[in-house]
């Protein structure tokens, strides 16, 4: 049965240092399974930098002096982060949530899913494709518009989703992102969907309610690196 109290909602209004982040998220998950802190999302966009998961094969890292590479500790495999693109951190508690990890992985792309929907784009999930993926208009293939990676500790989830705003997309070159080759990715400003971060976001938490519950504004983690400026 789903928690009946809120989800604590956490926007960072600056980009926010990943290792810095990583820490926050790891100490939040911690406090969630002692019992001490409740259920959090947090969105967050972070500098140009990609994220190996544990599944991440080294001939993936096309360009490995392009940007910071992280160790995320997530599953999966190289992933990129940045500017423009809307990173959600999702520390649930999955005592309360039926613990089934499957059925969880797949309410976040339900999430997902709902968000593009509501921008007039549909999203499809893959059989052996982690992520959300769009159909090209011309029909020529499929793009990856957001990624999904978790990691789950004492039944407490971390890390989460990252969907593809309106970021720099030849970042992506440096890698083969989520290991997969002849798929390309894109954004909602490529499918020519302009919208702003904060709209976005609006959607985000109603889509987020309707799935896993209520939420209630809270201030950001407290990260020990600074941020730097927008």
């Not at 399974?33 to 096309?62: C, I, N, Q």
């Not at 500017?83 to 999955?94: E, H, K, N, S, T």
């Not at 209520?214 to 927008?230: I, R, S, Y």
């Amino acid at each position: 049965m789903p928690s009946t109290a809120p989800t604590a909602w956490m926007i960072s209004d600056q980009r926010v240092d990943y290792a810095a982040a990583l820490t926050a998220m790891e100490a939040r998950a911690a406090a969630i399974a002692d019992g001490s802190a409740g259920e959090a999302v947090w969105l967050l966009e972070h500098p140009p930098l990609y994220t190996a998961g544990t599944s991440a094969r080294r001939e993936d890292l096309v360009d490995p002096d392009r940007f910071p590479v992280f160790d995320a500790g997530r599953g999966g495999q190289y992933t990129y982060h940045g500017p423009g693109q809307r990173v959600g951190y999702a520390m649930m508690d999955l005592r309360q949530r039926g613990r089934d990890v499957r059925a969880f992985v797949a309410e976040l792309e339900g999430w997902i899913i709902d968000t593009l929907a509501a921008f007039n784009v549909r999203g499809e999930i893959r059989d052996g494709r982690v992520g959300v993926w769009v159909v090209r208009p011309d029909g020529s293939g499929e793009d990856k518009i957001a990624a999904l990676g978790l990691r789950v500790r004492r039944w407490v989830t971390f890390h989460g989703i990252s969907l593809n705003v309106e970021p720099d997309l030849t970042h992506f070159d440096g890698i083969v992102p989520c290991g997969i080759r002849g798929h390309g990715v894109t954004s909602l400003a490529a499918l020519g969907r302009i919208v702003s971060m904060e709209e976005v976001d609006m959607v985000l938490r109603e889509t987020f309610e309707a799935r896993f519950g209520p939420t209630a504004a809270a201030p950001p983690l407290v990260v020990e690196a600074p941020a730097e400026p927008a």
